[in-house]
């Protein structure tokens, strides 16, 4: 649920220049999300002659690899709202083309700009969708999943992840901690990028969107840091239109923050006493539009 007076428009233009803004930071810490990017495309189960549909695909990260594993006769399209990530992704895969061998062509994968809650697409035209760490920042994400669910085929796989529970994600949480006891709080919240954090949450907007055989397993990863400039500028580097908003900060409270968090990161030194190492726990989660001819993924009689 959001707010009586979110303007979802506004939210959105200030999320396309924020990411926009971090593209190529955003594509250069995908090191950090390596192990949840892995069991995503595990939880989607790709094949060759598969067509993919990739969400917020910011630059084109999971498009990429997805591209790999559905050849031959496979294709997939990146797509997301803001149109520097889609550049930055095309830049960097026509780079990994330049480098690989000839004989090793070009991986079928397009890039088009395109708002999740209302994509310009065919119905059941895709056999799978993907939405890494994106259903938290859609205004209205229950528009998102039944336009996921529209655009797959039946019997089509949606594989999408979120963060946990706030507590779990001391990634994230450090972070915003600094900024709420630093800075008032905004006349409209933000949605909360720890709403789906519940698995029950999460496994029911599925369902209520028309997915079945809903299956959400955790997934844990540390991230480390050589200090604490490098967390502060990997959490900007994540952060969208929260980073857009803290970027229009006076340079003396963007220095305070840098300066609390170096404070809050005390708990999370690594044990060897040099940087920091920190958890963090996203869900993983697949399901599947019913097949024709079934309701709640039982066989419907007479096939209606």
Same mark, same amino acid.
């Given at each position: 649920?959001?707010?009586?007076?979110?303007?979802?428009?506004?939210?959105?233009?200030?999320?396309?220049?924020? =990411?926009?803004?971090?593209?190529?930071?955003?594509?250069?810490?995908?090191?950090?999300?390596?192990?949840?990017?892995?069991?995503?495309?595990?939880?989607?189960?790709?094949?060759?002659?598969?067509?993919?549909?990739?969400?917020?695909?910011?630059?084109?990260?999971?498009?990429?690899?997805?591209?790999?594993? +559905?050849?031959?006769?496979?294709? +997939?399209?990146?797509?997301?709202?803001?149109?520097?990530?889609?550049?930055?992704?095309?830049?960097?895969?026509?780079?990994?083309?330049?480098?690989?061998?000839?004989?090793?062509?070009?991986?079928?994968?397009?890039?088009?700009?395109?708002?999740?809650?209302?994509?310009?697409?065919?119905?059941?035209?895709?056999?799978?969708?993907?939405?890494?760490?994106?259903?938290?920042?859609?205004?209205?994400?229950?528009?998102?999943?039944?336009?996921?669910?529209?655009?797959?085929?039946?019997?089509?796989?949606?594989?999408?992840?979120?963060?946990?529970?706030?507590?779990?994600?001391?990634?994230?949480?450090?972070?915003?901690?600094?900024?709420?006891?630093?800075?008032?709080?905004?006349?409209?919240?933000?949605?909360? +990028?720890?709403?789906?954090?519940?698995?029950?949450?999460?496994?029911?907007?599925?369902?209520?969107?028309?997915?079945?055989?809903?299956?959400?397993?955790?997934?844990?990863?540390?991230?480390?840091?050589?200090?604490?400039?490098?967390?502060?500028?990997? =959490?900007?580097?994540?952060?969208?239109?929260?980073?857009?908003?803290?970027?229009?900060?006076?340079?003396?409270?963007?220095?305070?923050?840098?300066?609390?968090?170096?404070?809050?990161?005390?708990?999370?030194?690594?044990?060897?006493?040099?940087?920091?190492?920190?958890?963090?726990?996203?869900?993983?989660?697949?399901?599947?539009?019913?097949?024709?001819?079934?309701?709640?993924?039982?066989?419907?009689?007479?096939?209606?």
């Amino acid at each position: 649920m959001t707010a009586p007076d979110f303007d979802a428009r506004r939210f959105k233009s200030i999320e396309r220049a924020g =990411f926009n803004r971090i593209a190529a930071r955003y594509a250069d810490g995908a090191h950090l999300r390596a192990d949840l990017a892995d069991a995503l495309l595990g939880a989607a189960r790709l094949a060759p002659g598969r067509l993919v549909l990739d969400l917020a695909s910011g630059p084109g990260l999971l498009a990429r690899a997805a591209a790999r594993q +559905v050849q031959p006769g496979g294709w +997939v399209l990146a797509s997301d709202i803001a149109e520097e990530m889609l550049a930055e992704g095309a830049r960097r895969t026509l780079g990994e083309i330049a480098a690989a061998a000839p004989s090793a062509g070009a991986p079928a994968l397009s890039f088009a700009a395109a708002d999740a809650e209302q994509l310009c697409l065919p119905d059941a035209s895709f056999d799978c969708v993907l939405a890494g760490l994106a259903l938290f920042m859609f205004p209205h994400p229950e528009r998102a999943l039944a336009e996921m669910h529209r655009v797959l085929r039946p019997g089509g796989r949606v594989a999408l992840s979120t963060w946990g529970a706030r507590d779990d994600v001391p990634l994230i949480r450090c972070a915003q901690d600094c900024i709420a006891r630093l800075l008032p709080a905004p006349k409209v919240a933000r949605p909360s +990028v720890f709403r789906f954090g519940d698995a029950a949450v999460l496994e029911a907007a599925l369902a209520a969107a028309g997915f079945v055989d809903v299956y959400i397993e955790p997934c844990r990863f540390t991230c480390h840091f050589a200090d604490a400039a490098a967390y502060w500028q990997a =959490f900007l580097d994540l952060a969208g239109g929260a980073a857009e908003a803290l970027a229009r900060l006076p340079q003396a409270t963007q220095h305070a923050l840098r300066d609390a968090v170096a404070a809050e990161l005390d708990a999370h030194r690594s044990a060897s006493g040099t940087g920091y190492s920190i958890d963090a726990l996203a869900l993983v989660a697949s399901a599947q539009r019913p097949a024709e001819g079934t309701l709640g993924g039982q066989t419907a009689p007479n096939g209606g």
